[in-house]
């Protein structure tokens, strides 16, 4: 079974950093895209950042461009979301999600299987 656990968020003051890890489960992961979601209160959930498998390209939202970085390894099948100079903007649920699925893509309905999410706080 395919499972995947975030944890790593918390509440944190503008400008701080915080890391959060997702750990996988039920499949070798190194093949397949992995991403990073956010959802904020009220509003829908968005695209933060993607890593592919073959070359381990990234992809970030214009957002947190800059301030974030994806980041896997591999023997531990785990992905990393490093976030630095965070905004109080950047308060949300994050989830990890997992593509079985050659190809990078931002959009969330091409993933298949998701974690629970982590809370982020940014206080001003």
């Known amino acids: 079974q395919v499972q995947l656990v975030e944890s790593g968020g918390g509440l944190v003051q503008a400008g701080g950093s915080l890391r959060l890890s997702c750990a996988a489960s039920?499949?070798?992961?190194?093949?397949?895209?992995m991403g990073w979601f956010r959802q904020a209160p009220g509003k829908e959930r968005e695209f933060v950042a993607a890593?592919?498998?073959?070359?381990?390209?990234?992809y970030y939202a214009d957002s947190v461009k800059g301030r974030f970085t994806i980041f896997r390894d591999n023997a531990k099948n785990t992905v990393y979301l490093q976030m630095n100079s965070l905004k109080p903007e950047d308060t949300a649920v994050y989830y990890c999600?997992?593509?079985?699925?050659?190809?990078?893509?931002?959009?969330?309905?091409?993933?298949?299987?998701w974690g629970q999410g982590t809370q982020v706080t940014v206080s001003s």
């Open positions: 999600a997992v593509r079985f699925k050659v190809g990078m893509t931002t959009s969330q309905s091409e993933y298949d299987y």
């Open positions: 039920g499949r070798i992961f190194r093949n397949y895209p």
């Open positions: 890593i592919r498998s073959s070359d381990d390209t990234t």
